[in-house]
């Protein structure tokens, strides 16, 4: 499986646009990037998910250069309640095989 | 979307004892569900993979005779930690699939804290 890197926080305040890059130099052909939110004491959920170029769904939007070596996480206008840790996951297969979670990146949004 | 549901949410138990999680899928059929573990502020770590039917695959370095899993239908595996002590305190969090899909995502339990006295 490819290795994620992820600054491992980052501080905004509300209503600003957030974005968290995660690089992942070895993805492979076949690799999906996929995106969690874990909140204290929770499972993860899933954000979104993509292959190439932009994936934007009512959550976030996702940006994925043509050479797939890296992907952001754009969160627009965060508010408290977007406080979490945020996995970049980089694998084929997603839907079939566990996923291996990297450092993840630990989001403060303040007032 | 699917859910995930697992139970017990929190359970303290004291140290020489065994404890069961379980882990349901609520509305969809599941063949594999995997179980995580997670110390504080640390990432998720795969401890094994539980398929319906046949016996677990787990991952390097965790016990399968302390951490059994039974997958017995397409809805429920259990997690039972046996002679359970206080370093196997940690949250314990399921997920599973939906379908057959090459691509998509894993539904994750709202996970099971265990405290080890």
């Known amino acids: 499986l490819a290795k994620t890197t992820q600054p491992i926080s980052m501080d905004s305040y509300e209503g600003q646009e957030v974005n968290i890059t995660c690089s992942h130099n070895?993805?492979?052909?076949?690799?999906?990037i996929t995106w969690y939110q874990q909140f204290p004491s929770q499972g993860p959920r899933f954000i979104i998910q993509?292959?190439?170029t932009k994936v934007t769904n009512e959550v976030a939007s996702l940006f994925i250069p043509a050479d797939r070596k890296s992907s952001t996480l754009s969160l627009p206008r965060v508010s408290l309640s977007d406080t979490a840790v945020y996995y970049c996951?980089?694998?084929?297969?997603?839907?079939?095989?566990?996923?291996?979670f990297g450092s993840g990146t630990r989001l403060q949004v303040q007032p | 979307g699917a859910v995930v549901s697992q139970h017990p949410s929190r359970v303290i138990c004291k140290s020489g004892t065994s404890v069961k999680i379980e882990c349901r899928s609520l509305?969809?059929?599941?063949?594999?569900m995997f179980w995580y573990r997670q110390f504080p502020k640390q990432s998720l770590m795969l401890m094994a993979t539980?398929?319906?039917?046949?016996?677990?695959?787990?991952e390097q370095g965790v016990e399968k005779d302390k951490f059994l899993i039974n997958h017995a239908s397409l809805t429920l595996s259990t997690l039972t930690v046996t002679s359970a002590h206080p370093e196997d305190s940690s949250f314990y969090i399921c997920?599973?699939?939906?379908?057959?899909?090459?691509?998509?995502?894993?539904?994750f339990g709202e996970g099971s804290r265990l405290t080890v006295l």
């Open positions: 997920s599973a699939r939906v379908g057959d899909r090459s691509t998509g995502e894993l539904f």
């Open positions: 070895n993805i492979a052909t076949n690799d999906y």
């Open positions: 993509g292959y190439k």
């Open positions: 996951l980089v694998a084929a297969d997603t839907g079939r095989r566990a996923l291996t």
């Open positions: 509305d969809f059929q599941a063949t594999t």
């Open positions: 539980s398929n319906e039917g046949s016996k677990a695959t787990y």
